[in-house]
């Protein structure tokens, strides 16, 4: 971790200096307990998953994921000077938008934010693996714990639809930004994206953990106890996801927090329709099962599909249906 110039502030007196560690076994008990409170689940449920993330969503720190986060930022964000010199990321998991938006060039120096200390201390790792100048903060969206007109850019991917108050959430980002300064958050799922995809995957897991039950298949089945352990996670899950977002809704609750120029795209529609049985599948079956060629297969076949949403299908099916939404938008000067 390299620390940048403008140490995080300390003038919130409710944020802890020291960041808690990770807890990535939880008991049943404060499984229990975080049924009835999100953000103890989000803590319990990303802790739990931090150190096996990048694998189970395929993220890396290489060509590929650089220009996947490059070419989101850009259909929103695309026609901007860089790079940016400060960026923040709240909600960073792993690292993989910041530390490939840096990557690709948007910003010079960046700090990671996460709820969840499993996941700040991954990406930090990854950060340090990739020699950027990158320093992070276990903290809560809602009350982000740095001072005011502190970044020149915020950034967020599949984020704020975990975030209580989303509204909140953007009103902080507008403090921490200086004026002038952008927001971009992508990767939300919107209400219709949402709908089938889970339909996908319920589907696909439901059909892979049965047929990998019958003998022949035995081999392509994971063990039981990390199957239960998924189960137990997919408890937690239906209670981390809490919002899905038509993208015009969207755009309202940016301008109420306060921002210009707000702007929501969305992405992926043929894409999703293949990506989530897909993701699903590999999910379900033991990974080393799966080789190079598989991966070689998703990742054309998507390309492929990406190209058909942005090229054709984007004209003639209404932003809504698709599954991702991308939202930006400018503190006022
Ligand atoms: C779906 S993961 C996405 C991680 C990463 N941005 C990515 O795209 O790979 C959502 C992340 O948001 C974090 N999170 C959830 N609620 C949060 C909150 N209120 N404040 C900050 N982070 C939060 C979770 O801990 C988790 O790491």
Known sequence: MTASSNEPSRRLAAVPDVDPAPNPHATQEQVEA?????????????DWEAETYDDKWNISYDERCIDYARGRFDLVAGDQPLPYERA????????????????????????????????????LRNAEHLALPVDGRVADAETIPYEDNTFDLVVGHAVLHHIPDVEQSLREVLRVLKPGGRFVFAGEPTTVGDFYARWLGRITWEATTRATRLSALKSWRRPQSELDESSRAAALEAIVDLHTFDPADLEKIAE??????????????????????????EYAVPPEKLGFNWAR??????????????????????????YNAIITGVKPS
Not at 35 to 40: A, N, S, V, Y
Not at 267 to 278: C, M, N, R, S
Not at 306 to 313: N, Q, V
């Open 297 to 322: 297969f998703g990742f054309t076949s998507w390309k492929r599909l990406t190209w058909l949403d942005e090229t054709i299908l984007r004209h003639v099916v209404p932003r809504r249906y698709f």
């Open 88 to 123: 923040l990321e709240l909600g960073c998991g792993t690292g993989f938008f910041l530390l490939n938006l840096m990557q690709a060039g948007v910003a010079k120096t960046g700090s990671v934010t996460d709820l969840s200390p499993g996941m700040v201390k991954v990406a």
């Open 256 to 281: 109420s927090a306060g921002a210009v120029e707000v702007k929501a795209r969305t992405e992926e529609f043929a894409a999703a329709l293949l990506g989530w049985p897909l993701r699903t599948f």
């Open 34 to 46: 975080a049924r009835t409170d999100t953000k103890l689940a989000q803590v319990l449920y990303h």
